[in-house]
């Protein structure tokens, strides 16, 4: 199979992971170009990437089959359809869209074009995360009872302009950034029957709440707790996935071993998962972190099979549904003030 031609949309803080990740799959991919307004990020990427800059997108979309949307949210539905109106197949970064009428422009646009288009949930794609599910689906810890998953983050360092306003960001963080733990909910308990939140504005200087809480009642009688800060005083352990079963709660931690806004794509990490039951067991010990390469291997493997991608725009767009539900809710009851 002949390398992808890659255009790498957007060169922010998430670009060198996606290059890093197209490095560790070799000749499966070339990036041709990286393209942002701004040229000192898009310069410093492309020496890494071995590509060229380019400050419009749209001028390069015929020289490559795919492109790897990488932009702030508000642009997502634009760029996105741009891309596969020319022919190309689409990575695009999570959120889908910041409104369902713009996830369900990009959809409308997907088929009509017959290419490929994931969002990128980068955690399902993980060894550990898909040992979890597995653990979980055979059954031998009893039934799931309960997901309960904490992300506690700091933007400090980090935070960009468009992230500090709804209308660019789409919300806040449970919008932003829960769906990393959504999708794990959904893919694990499948699908929603309500869903409630709270937030608050903790110390982050932006209009979204900073810090929220949400729960989940799933269609399967299970139930979903979402805790998310971006305002931690220090960031123990980054993502915890817990299944509460019959038997043992079974726990997924993902933690980063230095400082991942500062050190970004250097940053090393441990990853485990121990069984909590009569005795404990350590199921899984790894240094995968944020490893964007399972993820970006699944695509191709969609582009090239024109199988759908687990992570495709229907599963985006229930992601976001879910979230938006809850903000509706949250704000008839003054809950996200
Ligand atoms: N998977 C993850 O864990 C993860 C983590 C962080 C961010 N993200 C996602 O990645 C995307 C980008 O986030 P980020 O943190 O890199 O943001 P960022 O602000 O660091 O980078 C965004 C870049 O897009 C550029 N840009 C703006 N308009 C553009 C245009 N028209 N064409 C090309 N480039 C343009 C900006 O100049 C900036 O360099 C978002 O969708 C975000 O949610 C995902």
Same mark, same amino acid.
């Given at each position: 199979m002949a390398a992808h031609r890659i255009g790498l949309i957007g060169c922010g803080w998430i670009a060198p992971f996606h290059v890093a990740g197209l490095s560790q799959l070799g000749r499966q991919g070339e990036i041709v170009w990286v393209a942002d307004p701004n040229p000192e990020p898009a310069l410093a990427l492309a020496r890494e990437a071995g590509a060229r800059v380019i400050a419009d997108y749209r001028t390069g979309l015929q020289d490559i089959d795919c492109a790897f949307i990488l932009?702030?949210?508000?642009?997502?539905?634009? =760029?996105?359809i741009d891309c596969l109106e020319a022919g190309c197949h689409v990575l695009l970064e999570k959120p889908i869209a910041n409104s369902l009428a713009e996830a369900d422009s990009i959809i409308a646009a997907a088929e009509q074009a017959g290419k490929t288009l994931m969002v990128a949930y980068p955690h399902r794609y993980k060894k550990s995360f898909r040992l979890f599910k597995q653990i979980i689906d055979s059954g031998k810890y009893g039934k799931l009872i309960m997901l309960d998953s904490l992300m506690d983050d700091s933007v400090e360092g980090y935070l960009a302009e468009w992230m500090t306003? !709804? *209308? &660019?960001?789409? $919300? +806040?963080?449970?919008?932003?950034?829960?769906?990393?733990?959504?999708?794990i909910m959904l893919w694990i308990s499948g699908d929603v029957?309500?869903?409630? @939140?709270?937030? &608050? %504005?903790? %110390? =982050?200087? @932006?209009? $979204?709440?900073? #810090?929220? *809480?949400?729960?989940? !009642?799933?269609?399967?009688?299970?139930? $979903?707790?979402v805790r998310h800060t971006w305002a931690s005083p220090k960031i123990r352990i980054w993502y915890t996935m817990e299944a509460m079963c019959e038997k043992a709660h079974l726990i997924l931690t993902c933690t980063p071993l230095g400082d991942q806004n500062t050190e970004g794509v250097n940053c090393k990490w441990q990853t485990r998962i121990v *069984? /909590? +039951?009569?005795?404990?067991? /350590?199921?899984?010990?790894?240094?995968? $972190?944020?490893?964007? *390469?399972?993820?970006?291997?699944?695509?191709?493997?969609?582009?090239? #099979?024109? %199988? %759908?991608?687990? &992570?495709?725009?229907a599963m985006a767009r229930k992601v976001s549904a879910v979230v938006l539900d809850a903000y509706h809710r949250a704000a008839v009851d003054e809950a996200n003030v």
């Amino acid at each position: 199979m002949a390398a992808h031609r890659i255009g790498l949309i957007g060169c922010g803080w998430i670009a060198p992971f996606h290059v890093a990740g197209l490095s560790q799959l070799g000749r499966q991919g070339e990036i041709v170009w990286v393209a942002d307004p701004n040229p000192e990020p898009a310069l410093a990427l492309a020496r890494e990437a071995g590509a060229r800059v380019i400050a419009d997108y749209r001028t390069g979309l015929q020289d490559i089959d795919c492109a790897f949307i990488l932009v702030p949210h508000h642009l997502h539905a634009q =760029v996105t359809i741009d891309c596969l109106e020319a022919g190309c197949h689409v990575l695009l970064e999570k959120p889908i869209a910041n409104s369902l009428a713009e996830a369900d422009s990009i959809i409308a646009a997907a088929e009509q074009a017959g290419k490929t288009l994931m969002v990128a949930y980068p955690h399902r794609y993980k060894k550990s995360f898909r040992l979890f599910k597995q653990i979980i689906d055979s059954g031998k810890y009893g039934k799931l009872i309960m997901l309960d998953s904490l992300m506690d983050d700091s933007v400090e360092g980090y935070l960009a302009e468009w992230m500090t306003h !709804k *209308a &660019t960001l789409g $919300g +806040g963080c449970l919008f932003s950034a829960s769906g990393h733990q959504l999708d794990i909910m959904l893919w694990i308990s499948g699908d929603v029957h309500a869903a409630y @939140m709270v937030g &608050t %504005r903790g %110390r =982050v200087p @932006m209009e $979204g709440e900073d #810090t929220a *809480a949400c729960i989940l !009642k799933f269609k399967n009688g299970s139930i $979903g707790v979402v805790r998310h800060t971006w305002a931690s005083p220090k960031i123990r352990i980054w993502y915890t996935m817990e299944a509460m079963c019959e038997k043992a709660h079974l726990i997924l931690t993902c933690t980063p071993l230095g400082d991942q806004n500062t050190e970004g794509v250097n940053c090393k990490w441990q990853t485990r998962i121990v *069984a /909590l +039951g009569k005795q404990e067991e /350590l199921l899984l010990e790894s240094d995968e $972190g944020l490893d964007l *390469a399972p993820e970006i291997e699944h695509f191709f493997e969609c582009v090239d #099979t024109g %199988r %759908r991608p687990e &992570t495709d725009d229907a599963m985006a767009r229930k992601v976001s549904a879910v979230v938006l539900d809850a903000y509706h809710r949250a704000a008839v009851d003054e809950a996200n003030v």
